[in-house]
């Protein structure tokens, strides 16, 4: 029988579409390469696995599978039958983002408990904590620092003038609430619907209470302010700040002009016992407020943080005006491995006002305190009169 032999013109056209394939496959993977050698490295890297997938039958399938499991798979008809179902896990592994912490608990280092008298008497017992030894700190002036990251704190560092300035546009400043169910103790017997341990969706009782009189008390020294009332811990704890962070972006997505995030908690502080108590900070001729925390993220979870250290700059100055007026009122400034989603901003805080022991009037008093001198903070760095 005669020899058939294939047309020339098909044999060509066979050529150059094998030609075709693999110049697409060499610029897909060399995208991205800066240099020629970076892309003869990647080429070198990526041409035995092509080889392997081509010897399993398994070139063209893009489900995402490694060559090994694309292998493993093969061996027998049930686990190919699977193959759908194990890319669709795979996948999801893949692409799950990284999880924050949902905790954000403050343990005194060595802080002083001081009697104090409470203002509203709700039961719980009310102590001032203040900080008697530097060590276990970092201190600057008046401000103590507790570091539980691996970063070595300067001084001079952080006596440098934070970055983040109020901007000309508005708004310029968003208030929001990861945990916006955290409540307070209030005194009598309120008609409360509890939610949880010491968290409420009643915002007379909770945070969101506390937002409301720190976004006034901005506002009246003519700072503009978003405040976010949405409970991102309602119905479920779990995730909240992820979805917090989803609303942040938007937030910054809609309005550029805002350069400050603060993200308003409230601490737990129990004794050895577990009983709950109030921490205060009496003001002369003021009341009695609760005290408060300011909270630092970093990037030693891992997650890319690059401006940590101006936050922590902003928390030290913020810290230092509001000691000189109140000496008591601030708990020490904590640095932690979490991010908080503070990344999204240079100016972005986590304040926590006082405990769950704390009567909601303690916190509703500390917060417009804390404003006022953040307010002549802010406005000070932009050369604006502050109070």
Known sequence: MPKRHMPAGLIRRAEAALLAAGTLWAVSVTAGSDTASAAAAALWEALPLRVLRWELGDLWTRDGLSPAAALTLGEAPLLLAARPAVAELWSAREEAPAQEPEETVTVPVEETPLEAPAAADNGVTAKTLIPTDPSGYTVVGRTYISNSTDHALSVSDLEAPFAAELAADVPQLLILHTHGSEAYTPAGEPEVVWSGDHRTTDSRYNVVQVGDVIAETLGKAGIS???????????????????????????????????????????????????????????DGVGTAAQMSIVVGSDGSGLPHPDWMENLRLAVAVQENALERYPTLMRPVLLRNSRYNQHTAAGALLVEVGAAGNAPEEAALAGRLFAERLAEVLRGKTGSDGF
Request: net charge negative; hydrophobic share 35%.
């Open 225 to 283: 302010v978003l405040h976010d009332r949405t409970l991102y811990d309602y119905p479920s704890y779990a995730g909240a700040y992820d979805r917090a962070l989803e609303a942040i972006q938007r937030y910054l997505a809609q309005y550029p002009s805002i350069r400050f995030i603060l993200d308003v908690h409230r601490d737990a502080i129990e004794d050895g016992q577990g009983n709950q108590y109030k921490v205060v900070s009496q003001v």
